[in-house]
């Protein structure tokens, strides 16, 4: 977990913030943006250094698989120091201590983020509530440094009250439709590449079937020759293999299903909110309070998923 005072040290590295909205002048929502675009920075940056520690396990572990196949087939002695090397490769990018933590300073500071985003938009609609008030459960227990760099903020008053419809409601509305749609063309791509690998491994699979009966029926083949075709099999099959490895451990850690789930709902959620405050044609507190709990559940049911998706040590 990381401590508040981690972050405040963190966050001084930061040479440049995002922001929420563009020309801040109130000092309270200054302050928040503030601390917001420390957070989602530091999350990008973690973000990065944890994708990339995904991909090189994941592109490791297939070629651990092909290369002691390669050794078995062909018999160059010399490939087992080529498996070895690529192990201790492995256990090296696996177990890196500062690129261990990365997943964990990534979830924590997206969660922070999305929290300074929630009170940001609650005190710009001129509702006196802080939401470390109104964390689920779930966060608190997980992620204190929420609750501590909520508590820490100097105000959460503003002079006067503001919409929120476009810069948060349909703003959101739109970005959680162009994730969705981002994460099914990538679940798509995900999809192809399987059936691609399933149905080299079944053709490959089945020319080995064919090859099998007529040697049984005493085809004249040389033996020269068929020790060649079995090995060309082997080291098909073992290709496929290493394919479906990469895609496992790569794309099965991304829970694309989930991501698009869970962006299907926040869109979900902010349509109902957008149709709800133009049927009443106010943007009640009522109605922004249910937003911002709605949104804080949906943080801890994010965090939840990708939490399991650490990478693992393991080639299979």
Same mark, same amino acid.
């Given at each position: ?48 250094? &944890?994708?990339?520690? $995904?991909?090189?396990?994941? !592109?490791?572990?297939?070629?651990? *698989?092909? /290369? +002691? %196949? ?32 990365? &997943?964990?300073?990534? $979830?924590?500071?997206?969660? !922070?983020?999305?929290?300074?985003? *929630?009170? /940001? +938009? %609650? ?194």
């Amino acid at each position: 977990m990381i401590t508040k005072e981690q972050f405040d040290e963190e966050r001084k590295e930061c040479e440049e913030l995002s922001h929420i909205e563009k020309d801040i002048t109130n000092p309270t929502l200054a302050e928040i943006d503030r601390l917001y675009g420390a957070a989602d920075v530091l999350s990008m940056k973690h973000a990065l250094v &944890h994708h990339e520690r $995904l991909l090189n396990i994941s !592109l490791i572990a297939p070629f651990i *698989v092909f /290369y +002691f %196949i390669l050794y078995e087939v062909t018999e160059h002695h010399w490939l087992i120091i080529v498996v070895t090397a690529l192990i201790l490769l492995l256990y090296y990018v696996y177990s890196r201590p500062e690129d261990e933590e990365s &997943h964990e300073r990534y $979830l924590e500071y997206r969660v !922070l983020a999305e929290s300074l985003r *929630v009170q /940001y +938009f %609650i005190s710009k609609a001129g509702i006196n509530k802080n939401v470390a008030d109104i964390l689920p459960w779930f966060t608190e227990i997980r992620v204190p440094l929420v609750k501590n760099v909520l508590n820490g903020l100097t105000s959460i008053e503003t002079d006067k009250k503001e919409s929120i419809m476009e810069c948060w409601v349909i703003d959101q509305m739109k970005y959680h439709d162009r994730a969705h749609k981002k994460s099914l063309k990538l679940e798509e791509k995900h999809e192809l590449y399987e059936k691609i690998s399933l149905y080299a491994t079944i053709l490959i699979y089945a020319l080995a079937f064919v090859f099998e009966i007529l040697m049984m029926a005493h085809v004249p083949i040389d033996f020269v020759d068929a020790h060649f075709i079995r090995a060309f099999f082997k080291i098909g099959i073992g290709t496929t293999t290493a394919i479906t490895i990469f895609l496992k451990n790569y794309f099965g850690k991304l829970s694309l299903s989930s991501k698009i789930e869970e962006h299907k709902r926040m869109h979900w959620l902010y349509e109902n909110v957008e149709h709800k405050m133009k049927t009443t044609r106010e943007e009640s507190e009522e109605q922004i309070l249910y937003l911002a709990e709605q949104c804080l559940i949906e943080n801890t049911i994010w965090y939840s998923h990708q939490k399991n998706n650490d990478p693992d040590f393991a080639v299979e």
